[in-house]
Each structure stands twice: as C-alpha cells, then as structure tokens.
C-alpha cells in the first residue's frame, strides 16, 4: 500500500505517478487544497475578472501564464496537467471525460486559475472546537444554489453557490470569527439561519454535495463556496473548459496559515 | 467661492462642471480617493492579472466593463471621463495631454481600473495619533523605487515603488497594526529602518513626490505604493494609457472603513 502523503509535494507526485486517483480530503493535513478551473485564453480575462469581481466565492490564489502548466506562486513548479488525482472535461456544459491526467488535453490557449478551498477553514474551526458535520458524518458538505446574483463579468454570470455548516448560534459566532481570519479561503458567513431569505427552499436537498443532520439548537451557516466559478464556468458553455473533479482537489506547498490575511509581498 | 466638497458625490459634481481641477488631498474627508488607470481592451488581462498578482502596490476597487465610463460598485454611475479633477493622457510613455476631461480621447475599447489609495490609511493613521510627517509638512508623500520585483504579466513588469512615512518604532509598530486593517489600501508596511536592504540609497532623494524631515530616533518606514501600476503601465510603453494625474484621484461614495477587511458580498 501507498503511504500516507504528509506534505502537498507528496501528493503532487503520488498524482503525477498515477498512484493516488483518490479524491483529497485529510491528506496532506495543514497543506492549502485549491479548485481549479482552465479557460481558453480568449476567455481568460471575463473569467479573472469575474473572480476580481466575486472574491468571497472566487479568492484567486495563482494565475499560469497563457499556455503554461507550471505553477510558481502557491507550489514549486507544480504541473497542473498531472498533479490533481482527477479532472473533468467539457465541451459547451457536457462533460466529455474525466480522466486522471489531461497531458492529451493540453493547448497553448489555456490558462488554469487556481483557487481556495474552505477545507482549510473547516480544519481551523475543527482546532478551535467548532462542529464541522459534515465531517462528523463523513459527508461530503452541502452546498445550495442561492438567490443571490454574482456580479457578472462577459459571458460569466450565475448565482451565488454556498456551503453550509450547522451550529448552534454560539458556535457560529466563534465560527464567524474565525473564518474571517481567512479571507482567501471565503472569510465570513455569507448568511446565517433563515435559507428561505437567500432562495434556499428544502435545507434537506442541497443542489451538490449531501445531505447533513442539524441537531436541535442549531441553525444553519452558509459560507461563499468555490463552486461558484466552476457552476458559473460550467453555466457559460463556453465550448472548453476543464475543473477538478469535485474533492480531487490541488494540494499546494502553501500552510494554511498563509491563507490569513493578507499575501506576503516576496 | 466654490463652497467645499463633503462627500465623494460633490467632488465628482464639481470635477463635471468643470468647477473643480486641484487635487483632492483634504477633500471629502472620510470617503475613498482611488487610483485610475485606462488601457486599451487589449492590454486590459494583463493589466488586471498584474493587479491581481500584486496586490499589495494595486488593490483592485473596481474594473468598469469594456468602453463603459459609468462606475457600479465604488461610486454610483459616476463618468470616469469627467468626474476626475486632472488626467494624463500617454502615447507610448510620453505625456500628450494633460486634460480635465477626457471626453475627446474616449473609446469604445478602454477598460478603466480604479485602485485603491494611501490617503485611506493617513487618516486612520492621524486619527491614532500616529504623525504622518509629509501632511504636517505640507509637502507630498515621498515615493521611491525600490529593488523588489513586481510578479510580472504579460507587458507589465517593473520594479515595486513605495511611499515612505518617518516615525518612532513605537510608532511604526502601531502604523503595522493600524494599517493592516486595510488590505485593499496597501495593508501592512513592506520594510522598516534600512532603506539600502531594499534598493534606496538616498532617503533624502524620493523618485516621486517629495522629501520630508526624519527626526531624530525616527526610522523610514515603507507601504506598497499605487504609483506603481502606473509606473509599470507608462514603462511598458503601450500604445494609449489614460491615468489621473498625479494627487488628482477620484473620489468614491465608499467610507474610508469599507475599505477595512474583506469586502462585501451586496
């Protein structure tokens, strides 16, 4: 059996040699996961700035230049191609593949975004003793479609996507509190304790993810969720178009401490 | 005599009717001043992945879509061709015009940047008590390059500038702390004390703006600069390039402390 991969290097190259096709969540603990999405370049600039536009849902944590899959920033020379255990592809919104490398997929006009992920916040609420359910139940989190409008950029509009985390008001306070602390990886709540204000009609029928229980005393909290870009990308049908596959995501060099507050100048 | 702007509206008013065409230091207390920046659309991604790459010197407030002059998110609907006491216009890196209005160069291809501005934080600053030497004195910030690269993109590619404020380190401990609440006004300084670790040899000949009195037991200390897009822009020598001119900004509907934190999700 393969060993545990302690450090984002190690998953890299357990991906990139086709040993770990396994979706990413607890590996690497402390290490930055990260979304992906890639654009052709004439779609490239609607799309950053739709993130410029829509931080809590799209902090950007690394941009490839045009045609490159190597990453500088947030891992040491990563290759964007191999490094993910799992990637779909699209043509217009129709999934077309979803392979464990896109080396065949490759063309000089992609650019990868690459962007944060709230399993970073959900480990920090775990050391301060916040209830993360959905972990509890060893669910993959709820996340609903919202009535709330993203700003749009070009041809990238859609509706905000959130995840939510049940706790009592006590804890969402603390919650609040901490997840500001991490405003690359969606800060604040977004919204707390009535769906209905924000179009959520049936809190037990998320649109991804599944289902968690919310105990007596507890109310629903609702973060900003990096599906957002991918559902708007998606949305778009632009005619190409890669993600991650949902949980396989990109493990980065980065603590997830870097994530709090504000990026370090060099 | 012109009865004195109170709000980020009555300046923009005032630039409109042509009443208005000093700078704005001292204007509007209380509201965000920005930066401006104007590129053509094909220099526009860029320009905004440098921003985004950099965003300490460049925090982005605001991208008006492609050969819209209206603002949506810092100001409402305000004309970004007239509301702005001075522009200069560039060819390549020369000055072609220094206009109050830009009505006669616009073009349905420009994308217009506002970036957030020092004037932000000078004031939580002398709000604190901390001195902010070059308003005592009357005089401008002084700026200097320094040796820091920025993260290049595409054309844009330069060295980073800095303003610099002298204070005690008592002081320059407490401007970390103040300042660091407004990481879309520069945040957290990026040096102390040794001008000469970062490039400077001469604390007495700024690049930019001009020199203030360090006294004695006062050490430098450094912020991000948002000269230093337009520094970037003017070296990289493109075509058409539309900025503010120098300590004319635009002045927003936005308090200063919106400016504190994580934005806004509506």
Chains 1, 2 share one sequence.
């Not at 964007?80 to 990637?87: A, N, T």
Request: glycine residues 8%; contains cysteine.
């Amino acid at each position: 059996m393969m060993p545990i991969p302690k450090t984002g290097k190690d998953v890299r190259i357990a991906c990139r040699q086709g040993s770990l096709v396994s979706n990413t969540a607890g590996l690497a603990p402390g290490f930055v996961q990260a979304n992906l999405v890639i654009v052709p370049a004439n779609f490239a600039y609607d799309f950053l700035l739709f993130c410029q536009r829509n931080p809590k849902p799209c902090p950007i944590l690394e941009v490839l230049d045009k045609g490159s899959p190597f990453t500088s920033n947030i891992a040491d020379n990563a290759d964007i191609r191999s490094d993910i255990p799992k990637y779909r592809v699209y043509e217009s919104d129709k999934i077309i593949d979803e392979p464990t490398s896109i080396n065949k997929y490759w063309r000089d006009d992609l650019v990868s975004f690459l962007l944060g992920c709230s399993f970073t916040f959900d480990r920090a609420l775990r050391e301060y003793g916040v209830p993360v359910r959905h972990e509890e139940e060893g669910r993959n989190v709820p996340m609903y479609r919202t009535n709330i409008p993203c700003k749009g950029a070009g041809v990238f509009q859609g509706p905000l996507v959130v995840s939510m985390r049940p706790m009592t008001p006590n804890f969402a306070l603390q919650a609040t509190n901490i997840t500001g602390r991490f405003p690359r990886a969606h800060g604040t709540p977004i919204h707390m304790g009535e769906p209905k204000l924000i179009g959520i009609t049936d809190i037990q029928k998320p649109d991804y993810g599944e289902n968690v229980s919310i105990h007596p005393g507890e109310i629903p909290v609702f973060w900003a969720c990096g599906v957002t870009p991918q559902a708007v990308a998606v949305a778009s049908k632009i005619p190409f178009l890669i993600t991650h596959s949902p949980g396989h995501m990109f493990v980065s060099d980065w603590a997830d401490h870097q994530l709090e507050g504000e990026e370090k100048i060099r």
